[in-house]
């Protein structure tokens, strides 16, 4: 079987890029190794200016003007008139997405794993029956995730890697809060996101600051100090790559965590994959398209990942988050500016 456009992994970033092609007239076929679409370990934050424009209002679970900011020498509360991020089931927004880009005309097949690829067809696996079957194609979208079969391919690796260790606890809470700390999270932070009728509640870090075990450890630790006792629930971790290395590889692409898109700083990753989705859509249906999008989103990344670099410095870090939070409390500098919003 030939098909234009095939996409490994119905992610945000497979789903936007195959709801663009099919606006455009171009035919696809997402691969997703899952059943169901849309569940995925995440805090589920998304940026308002960023992804307000994609994503309708009523999709929020909660969305919030204010947030609050400790370090270890500050507690801050910042309040703008609207709000700056709200919190997103990823089942749903999965779902959300995967039915636009049906009723625009994209195919889907869940329970399919890309297995092996070659010049210009891939081997797939049917996980219920486990028949396997070659797809030929004119163009390839690895929008397979962090540890991505198209990018291997590719030969490319994945050095830089961020660790997200997320639990999902039943209940309320008013307040979407930042927690940084250079001794238990390096130069990340944990954090504590509202959603209808839970909360997340964990940490990120990059692993080359801090390794998997010791910041599970740490998150639970000072979790304590906040009144949550994680122990007795289940944590669920993943690594965000954000070791971004090209997105056109002529007939193949790589968009989202695949491409390492992802934000190194804060572990971002839902904006720039669906970004880095739509343009890839546009750049197979046009090869001339203008790729300025992309090279905001690109220096954007190159942003976030010098900050990460400087920030490997413990004292710097320390330094920067009492400045950082310093300047936000003072509206010297905008939320906004840490985002990936283009
Ligand atoms: C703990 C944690 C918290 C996070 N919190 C946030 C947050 O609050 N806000 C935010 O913006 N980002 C957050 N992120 C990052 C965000 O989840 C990712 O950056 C984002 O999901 C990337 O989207 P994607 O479409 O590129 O890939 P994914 O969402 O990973 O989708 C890839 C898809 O490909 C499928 N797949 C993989 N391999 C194959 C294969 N061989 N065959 C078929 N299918 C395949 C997978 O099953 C998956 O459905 C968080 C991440 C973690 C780990």
Known sequence: MHIHTLIIGAGPGGLACA????????????????????????AGGITWSGLIS????????????KQYIRTPLQNVCINEPTPIIATVNRKKLGQFMAKKALAAGATLRTGVMARKISTSSILIQDRASNKTEWLSFDY?????????????????????????????IPGNIDKMEWHLNNTLFGNGYAWIFPHSKSFSIGAYAVREKIDAG????????????????LEKHTARAEYINYDFQG???????????AAGLASGLTGEGIYPAILSGEQVARTIADTNHNSAVMDSLIRNHARHSQMVTITKNGF??????????????????KFKKLEMAV
Not at 219 to 227: C, E, H, K, V, Y
Not at 247 to 257: E, M, Q, T, V, Y
Request: contains cysteine.
């Open 316 to 333: 710097l870090n320390s330094i920067l988050a009492e400045l950082v939070t310093l300047g936000l409390r003072s509206s010297m500098i």
């Open 54 to 65: 994609r994503v309708p209002g009523n999709l929020a679970e909660r969305s919030f003007p």
């Open 247 to 257: 997105w056109n590889f002529g007939k193949l692409f790589l968009i989202g965590d």
């Open 214 to 229: 010791r910041l599970k450890n740490n998150l639970i630790r000072w979790a304590a100090t906040q009144g949550h006792h």
């Open 140 to 168: 390839l979208v690895g929008a397979d995730g962090s540890s991505s079969l198209v990018r291997r391919h590719l030969g490319l690796a994945s050095k830089r890697l961020g660790i997200g260790i997320n639990y999902q």
């Open 19 to 42: 709801h663009t092609l099919a606006k455009l007239g171009i035919k696809s076929l997402v691969l997703e190794r899952k059943q169901v679409i849309g569940p995925k370990v995440c």
